[in-house]
Structure formats: C-alpha cells, structure tokens
C-alpha cells in the first residue's frame, strides 16, 4: 500500500477537541469518531451514534431573519427558533448553513482523510512531549472505524506519540485486532455485568463486550475500566461491585475503575438534533454517593482513580505489553486491509 492510498483512507469525524487533560495521561488531542452500535438513554453525545454527518438546529441562537428560508432551493427550511426536523425532501445541500449567519444551524461532523485528521494532531507535538500526553481516539465507538484508526495510528506511531482509545468494548474483534494491538492505552466501559439489564438499558448484550475486554487484557496494553455511574440505573452496589471483582479476577494489567458521575451537559445537543432526552428526571450522584461508590471499589482490593490524579501514573505510560509479535507494527502481518 503506497502513501497516497493510506492517506486517503477516510472516516466521520464529530470533533477534534485540543489540549484535553481529562481523556488520558497529560495534554491530549481528543478525536471524536461518529457511529455508535450502543444507544445509552445517559449518552452525553447523541450526536456521535450516528455514524452519518447529520444537522443540528439550536433554536436559542436564531434571530428570524430569515435567510435559511431564502437560501433553500426545496423550499422546506424554516427558521431554527421554529423547528426544522422531519422533512423528506431535505437534501442536504447545506445552503441554509451557510446562509445562516447566527450559528443556528451547523453540520454535526465531517469525513476527512486519515491525512488531514494526523496533519492536526501534529500541530501540538510540544504539548505531547512536555506533558507526556498524546492522541485519544473517542466517540462513538472509535473501534468501528478500525481502518481509518489504524492508519492514523500507524502514522501517529511513526512520530512517537502516545495513543488511546475509549471505547464501549462492541465492536468486531477480528475487524479491529491489528488496531487495538497499536495502543498505547485503552479507557474500556463497563455499563452493566447483568446481560439482561445491560442489554435493557443499551439495546444490545454484554457479552461481546466482555469477550473483548478479556482479549484485550491478554494482549496486556495498560487499561483504565469506567462505569458511568446513572442513579436507579446501574448504581447499585451489587452492580458496582461485581464489576470491580471482574476487574480483580480477570483483568491483571487494569490501572484502576474511574467511577465516573452522571451529568446532563448533553441536553442542549438532544435539542438541537430533535431527539427527546430520555432521561430528565434524574439528578446527578452527589459527591457522598459517589465516595461511598470509590469505597466499595477499594474495598475489593481495586484501586479507585480519576483522571485528574492518577492517569499520569508510571504505569499508563509504560507498556507491559505482550501482543503477538505478527500484530505489532514490526511484525510480517501489519498491513491495514
Ligand atoms: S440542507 Fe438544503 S434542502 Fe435541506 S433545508 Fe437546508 S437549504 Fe433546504
Ligand atoms: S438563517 Fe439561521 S438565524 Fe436566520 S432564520 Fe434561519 S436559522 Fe434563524
């Protein structure tokens, strides 16, 4: 595979967020990839389900003044302060975008070539190499694009920068192996242990998820487990329990569970892409809630960490890493197919 071809390899991408300090150890470059095979009622991103490019309409920001509605040649836009979901005869050209001067409208991400996405992440190799930071791939499910991942991180490889991924653990093993083995660090989602609850809550089992995390341990890449922690949901003890004794028991190289507390920042974006936010009437774990959820974390002999004070830990950065040689970007069998 020639260099051009591997640059044009392309993928949705929802948003490139610079110097995170939250999604990985120190300054980081987070790519947000669209396309979910999970739907979380608690989702803080439900524009990054859908792996198409798609529109937004905030209505707070519309003046009326009416040039979206001049500018479409269907004749079906309306002003955003009115609504404007549910047309067939929308065709996507993007007129009324770019008519609309007051940011009420905007194209919810953007394909780009594996090319132009590391031509980004380049332009903050110092902040990498002063903060140990690095490249995050997030979502959506990052490891659904496993092509256009591997080939950006191939190429992030090539300049000696770090790189993770988040990732709810559903996606095709066989599609992503090569990519995973690249991997520097992986933030892997544990929702629910219970299969019937879990596949309640996001519309699809926890089975492939575990098979996943459990091949992933054994290619010993370091690991950070999360649970989103949604009150009534999956915050029970007997839940948040049984996943930190899975994490004790099975996965030897986890760093630590991040226990991460529900918040509604999302809301505004249900809005702006016309969906209903299922969950309204629930309020945020208090700090005391929380806390007693770290204890019952550390109580089974699992370290409880947050972003803020642990993901620089010696053991993020330095790999214990036992992946197949033929996976590994040295060995016979890398190419991207
Ligand atoms: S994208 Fe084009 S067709 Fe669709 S509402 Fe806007 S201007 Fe009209
Ligand atoms: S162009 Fe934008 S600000 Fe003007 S009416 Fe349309 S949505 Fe509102």
């Not at 947000?32 to 309409?57: T, Y």
């Not at 979502?139 to 694009?145: D, F």
Request: net charge neutral; proline share 5%.
């Amino acid at each position: 595979m020639n260099n051009l071809s591997r640059t044009d390899i392309t993928g949705t991408v929802l948003e490139i967020q610079r110097w995170s300090v939250s999604d990985g150890p120190g300054s980081r470059t987070v790519i947000f990839l669209k396309g979910c095979p999970l739907h979380c009622p608690w989702c803080a991103n439900p524009e990054s389900q859908d792996r198409r490019v798609q529109m937004a309409i905030f209505s707070t920001r519309c003046v009326r003044c009416g040039a979206c509605v001049r500018e479409c040649p269907e004749n079906v836009a309306i002003p955003a302060a009115e609504g404007a979901f549910g047309t067939d005869n929308c065709t996507g050209c993007g007129n009324c975008i770019r008519s609309c001067h007051g940011g009420a409208r905007s194209w919810m991400g953007e394909e780009m070539t594996a090319g132009e996405v590391v031509d980004l992440v380049k332009k903050d190799m110092v902040f990498y190499r002063k903060s140990s930071g690095g490249v995050t791939f997030s979502g959506g499910e990052p490891l659904t694009h496993p092509q256009f991942l591997g080939e950006i991180i191939n190429r992030c490889m090539d300049l000696g920068i770090h790189t993770a991924v988040e990732t709810c653990g559903y996606f095709d093993w066989k599609a992503a192996e090569k990519t995973i083995a690249m991997l520097d660090f992986i933030m892997f989602d544990l929702k629910h242990m219970d299969e019937a609850t879990h596949k309640r809550l996001t519309g699809v089992s926890n089975r492939l998820i575990l098979e996943n995390i459990l091949k992933i341990s054994s290619f010993g890449i370091p690991m950070v487990i999360r649970i989103p922690v949604i009150p009534g949901v999956n915050d029970d003890e007997h839940n948040i329990r049984a996943t930190a004794v899975f994490v004790r028991d099975h996965l030897p190289q986890a760093i630590g569970i991040e226990a991460l507390a529900y918040h509604r920042l999302g809301v505004n974006k249900y809005q702006a892409l016309g969906i209903e936010y299922p969950l309204g009437h629930i309020e945020p774990p208090s700090d005391s809630r929380m806390a007693a959820l770290r204890k019952l974390i550390t109580d089974t002999g699992v370290p409880s960490i947050t972003a803020d004070n642990d993901y620089d830990a010696q053991l993020v950065r330095s790999r214990l890493k036992s992946t197949p040689k033929h996976l590994t970007k040295d060995g016979p069998d890398n190419a991207q197919t």
